[in-house]
């Protein structure tokens, strides 16, 4: 049982030579348990594969004696220390339970005196090495996912062994992947993968990544709703308050209720900080994020069409960080519809443009065609008719992904934590308790998607940083029911022009 918040099992870190021997020919490779400053492990939803370095106190020079050249392997289980502890909740990477990881760079190399020297070993997943040395060329037909697993799986390709997590498209097509890389083919059929739709969801996209549990071929959505279309459970909940301690200090109250001080403290928030927010509105127009045109050229017959993405009018077809489909709700857009100019919304005399109604904010061009591999069919493998409006789609919501309100939390290290993990974040509004009621903050609280993770140990202690993000809000800020005129305070005026040459100013 871990007597603080942040206590760890690490019982060894073997590196195993190119002969997969150790120092002394053992199989099981050496132990340097007792050489590690400092071991890192990096996972996000971005990324195709797991990184991670081990800063090295080498007395015993390893370097020449092992040697590590950048060919060897690297195995070690990292346990949150608790009796709950289970192999299948740690990030096993030993040859027992889990797949070893490779070296492949030293770096940093410096002398400290006569007799240590310190360096920096870094080391991935088999699959990112894989990647590098083998392409794909070749067509495959049927749903998206089945062609991504096949190049996953297949000997001349990634020639992965581990799980593969993953949704099933709704469509499928013939692709034909030109010569590149396997994590590059999984990247352009992600793009073109369409989640399946059964509980009458859009969307476009999907994301491709390595966790130590596997890796993940699923669309965002799949990270905030289940397929039966129930939210998914946080597997955390932090919180950034202050709480008494009671006497013992080993439990704290809580509704009436004792609760173990170290779990609790497992839920504290050491340190926080917002990146950046839904609310960089001129970033978020230029992106597309709100309003944005996409033109189809169709090649096969000629013709061009335009679709328009409004990201209000959008917001509720697609499920969301907060949203809650069994109770019907769907968690709030980022910013409110509310006008933002005298520009009136076509066929309307009346209502003035938000942010959402500047459909030409963002112009894209798209080639698309039918019959390209004898499918009638465009780029996503459905109606040709539909290329635009996906197009659209896909890019607001990457958008939301990257350009959201991006979350940076730092943490006691809790290794059942993974990228694409839902958790709860509560941070008390910035007033006195007694106005605010001790209420979470309504915009920056809430349902968070993990994006990206990094196991630190060091000093002893276990750590997380956690980078996570939301792409709404819990609670909807509403519209103002008022005209741009109204809320500016103004009238619309005319431009007049003043000649500097025959006029004052």
């Not at 890019?395 to 939301?400: E, G, K, R, V």
Request: hydrophobic share 30%; charged share 25%.
């Amino acid at each position: 049982m871990a007597e603080i918040a942040g206590d760890y099992d690490l019982q060894y870190v073997h590196i195993h030579s190119h002969r997969g021997e150790g120092l002394t020919n053992s199989v099981k490779g050496e132990n340097i348990s007792n050489m590690v400053v400092e071991l890192n492990v990096y996972e996000s939803i971005y990324n195709h594969s797991i990184t991670g370095t081990l800063v090295i106190a080498d007395s015993r020079n390893l370097i020449g004696n092992l040697p590590i050249q950048g060919t060897e392997r690297l195995s070690f289980r990292l346990g949150t220390k608790l009796n709950t502890y289970h192999h299948n909740n740690s990030l096993d990477f030993t040859e027992e339970g889990g797949y070893p990881l490779h070296i492949y760079k030293l770096s940093n190399k410096e002398q400290i005196n006569d007799n240590v020297q310190t360096y920096t070993l870094h080391f991935c997943s088999k699959e990112f090495l894989r990647n590098i040395r083998t392409k794909v060329s070749e067509s495959f037909s049927g749903r998206m996912d089945q062609a991504v697993y096949s190049i996953f799986k297949r000997p001349e390709y990634l020639n992965s062994k581990k799980k593969l997590f993953f949704q099933k498209t709704r469509n499928q097509d013939k692709i034909v992947i030109p010569n590149i890389t396997p994590m590059s083919a999984i990247k352009m059929l992600a793009k073109r993968s369409l989640p399946t739709n059964t509980n009458d969801s859009g969307g476009a996209g999907y994301l491709f990544y390595e966790t130590p549990k596997g890796f993940h071929f699923r669309s965002f959505e799949s990270l905030c709703v289940t397929k039966n279309g129930e939210q998914v459970k946080a597997k955390q909940k932090f919180r950034y308050v202050h709480v008494p301690v009671d006497t013992t200090h080993h439990e704290i109250i809580e509704d009436g209720k004792k609760v173990d001080k170290i779990m609790e403290n497992y839920r504290s928030v050491e340190k926080y900080k917002f990146l950046n927010t839904f609310h960089d509105v001129a970033a978020n127009t230029a992106l597309g994020t709100y309003g944005h045109t996409v033109i189809t050229h169709n090649l096969y017959d000629k013709s061009y069409k335009k679709d328009k993405y409004h990201y209000h009018n959008s917001f509720n077809t697609t499920k969301h960080t907060d949203s809650d489909p069994g109770k019907h709700y769907l968690g709030g857009p980022a910013i409110t519809d509310s006008p933002v100019d005298y520009d009136e919304v076509e066929g309307s005399a009346y209502q003035q443009k938000g942010v959402s109604d500047f459909a030409e904010s963002r112009v894209s061009l798209q080639s698309t065609t039918q019959y390209a591999h004898g499918e009638a069919t465009g780029n996503y493998g459905v109606d040709v008719e539909q290329d635009g409006k996906l197009e659209g789609e896909r890019i607001a919501l990457t958008n939301s992904m990257s350009s959201g309100t991006r979350l940076h939390l730092e943490v006691k290290g809790q290794s059942w934590l993974q990228a694409g993990d839902m958790i709860e974040f509560d941070v008390l509004s910035v007033e006195n308790r007694q106005n605010s009621g001790g209420r979470p903050d309504p915009q920056f609280s809430g349902r968070y998607i993990i994006t990206k993770i990094r196991h630190k140990v060091s000093n002893s202690l276990y750590r997380q940083i956690l980078e996570c993000v939301k792409d709404g809000v819990k609670e909807t800020y509403g519209s103002a029911g008022k005209s741009y005129t109204n809320i500016a305070g103004e009238e619309s005026r005319e431009a007049s022009p003043h000649d500097i040459e025959n006029d004052s100013y």
